[in-house]
């Protein structure tokens, strides 16, 4: 397949919790746990949520929900009220700012590598509508040309017409078009509804027998596509 164009989510593709901000926030009430643990633990929490009955009857806002208290309980914060003001200290965070902030320094490289070659680049996310502040935020706005957030688009994928909504705003061809995402249910169903073809993020090798093209994370990406 000859390639033109590159949708990308963004978390846990392009973008990860900042896990510093929340061991902090935990230990302002008392809870201490580093956040390298917590960091260590985000691949299997996300894991646990990516099966279909789950995505089938929640929304982005929810799993993401679920999501940080998954974690906590995988790191030994039992429920409690000091856990209840963390919780609800962080999601504020993420409703006015965005937590999902830590970049990688293996991303801007890679992007930097896609647009070298000429690829046209668009990150495709379920989100709150605060996608576009923070990447002109973390610098990455200026590395994609297009960003499509579903909390703006009132679709969420995996939906595939907001993939859809992605092709007309990129101006891309579907069989010539490829979506990067790390949730199998979400980004790799949802693409290929839209006719796209899928490429997963499996940064802990917890997709073993996925039926489509893995990677660790997308500085893998410019040496797979040739």
């Known amino acids: ?35 390298a643990t917590l ?4 691949p299997q929490a996300r894991r646990a949520l990516d099966v279909p009955a789950l995505i089938g009857t929640s929304t982005d806002h929810g799993r993401g ?18 856990r209840d003001r963390a919780l609800a200290e962080l999601h504020q965070y993420q409703r006015d700012s965005n937590l999902w902030e830590h970049v990688p320094a293996f991303v801007r490289p890679a992007l930097r590598a896609l647009r070298e070659r000429k690829f046209h680049l668009g990150v495709v996310s379920n989100a709150n509508g605060t996608i576009r502040k923070l990447f002109e935020r973390l610098d990455l706005a200026q590395l994609v040309d297009h960003i499509i957030d579903s909390g703006e688009e ?14 007309r705003q990129t101006g891309a061809i579907a069989s010539k078009t490829i979506h990067v995402g790390d ?9 290929r509804a839209a006719g796209i073809s899928p490429v997963l993020i499996d940064e802990a090798n917890l ?7 893995r990677i660790r994370t997308i500085a893998e990406l410019p040496a797979r596509l040739g």
């Open 1 to 35: 397949m000859s390639v033109e164009t590159i949708l990308l989510d963004a978390g846990g593709v392009l973008i990860w919790p900042n896990w510093t901000r929340a061991a902090e926030t935990l230990s302002r009430q008392g809870l201490h746990i580093e956040a």
């Open 39 to 42: 960091a260590q633990i985000d």
């Open 65 to 82: 929900q679920r999501f940080f208290e998954q974690v906590m309980e995988s790191a030994g914060i039992r429920h409690s009220p000091a």
């Open 154 to 167: 009132g679709i969420e994928k995996p939906d595939p017409r907001l993939f859809e909504q992605a092709l």
């Open 183 to 191: 949730m199998y249910h979400i980004d790799v169903v949802g693409a």
């Open 207 to 213: 997709h073993p027998d996925a039926d489509c093209p």
